[in-house]
């Protein structure tokens, strides 16, 4: 299969581009798009062949469903049971934008793209390309993070064409997404609502909107949980990963910098090629092979922008373990720490 790269305006995008997008969703086609989050691979929600497609290209296990993108709120009406109070309250303050709201799902969805679960995760991106793309389809678009399974999310379409060149049928590049992290998903199916993955909408905000928020264990545990049956299936399945070993270093910056150094050296005499991903603050206080900032630990923000692009980069230019500074977990930084202790597989060393 040939994949077809569109370049495509961010803010002002192409209408007769969209609508050669919006034919092939119409056919079933596979089409990568951008979100203000990260770059989704979007089908046809309602077209069960169509959803398993995007399964088979991402190679990921068909327990773990995609979340449904709308540009209405006419379409959540016919995906959900009922839209309860307090999504509509949730709505109304974040929508369009990086929260998915978890509902009781409706019969007309088919039984792959919820992963044959009761509930349905639903969201509104805040991103021109994506509200034009799913009002022109007409239809809501099930899209999932257009990475291989396991794999940091895009960012950019150079990062889906790494992933999935010759997978899938297009491509959508508007360049680099802009917030660089997942939605939060939120499973408003208990009381009070739980946090089943952190993202793009903090925490503090949610608790500002709607009183109590809850964190769910997955999300709070510093190991893989073993529950039965998670409520979010994906938060089982290893994620977020490079190539490279991940090791994860938390704690005061100056005890950091030396665990850092004296992991450099125990990592270097055994061969390996050594990265350190670091706050600016630090930058210059270590050493190895190659040294990356994410940014100043004051700015959250552009931490999470470039997060997922530096992972990749520490794999194209060949390092073998990548040593990471830990953050705070206070707003962008929960579902920074989030990625970060998915992607080291809990090898985390506490100093
Ligand atoms: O920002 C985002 O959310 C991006 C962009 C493309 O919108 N999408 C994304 O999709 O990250 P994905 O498929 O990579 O992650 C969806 C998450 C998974 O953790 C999945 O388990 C959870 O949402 N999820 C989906 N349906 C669910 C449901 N019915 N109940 C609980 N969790 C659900
Ligand atoms: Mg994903």
Redesign the pocket.
Known sequence: MKTVVLKIDAINPDLRKILLAANFIKEGKLVAFP?E?????GVDALNAQAVTAIFKAKN?PFD????V?VSRISDVHRLVDEIPFNARVLIKRFWPG?L?L?FR?SRIVPDVT??G?D???V?M?RQNVALALIKKSNCPIA????NLSGKP?PTAASHVLEDLNGKIDMILDAGPTTIG???T?L?LTVDPPQI??P??TTLEALKAALGKVELSSAVTAEKPVTLEKA?????LHKHYSPNAEVVLIEGESSRVIKKIMELNRNYRDEGRRVGILCTSEIQKQVDADLVKAFGSKNDLESIAHSLFRLLREFDSEGTNVILVQGLSTKGLGLAIMNRLRKASGYKIVKV
Do not use: K, M, Q
């Not at 989050?37 to 691979?41: C, E, H, M, Q, S």
């Not at 773990?64 to 979340?67: E, K, L, V």
């Open positions: 979100t989050t990260v770059y989704g691979l990921r773990n469903p995609p979340i993108h990086p998915t978890i799902r919820v992963a679960l509930t349905i995760a969201r991106p899209a999932p993070s257009a999310s992290v997942e939605s998903v499973d089943l993955r993202g793009g409520r979010s299936p994906g938060i």
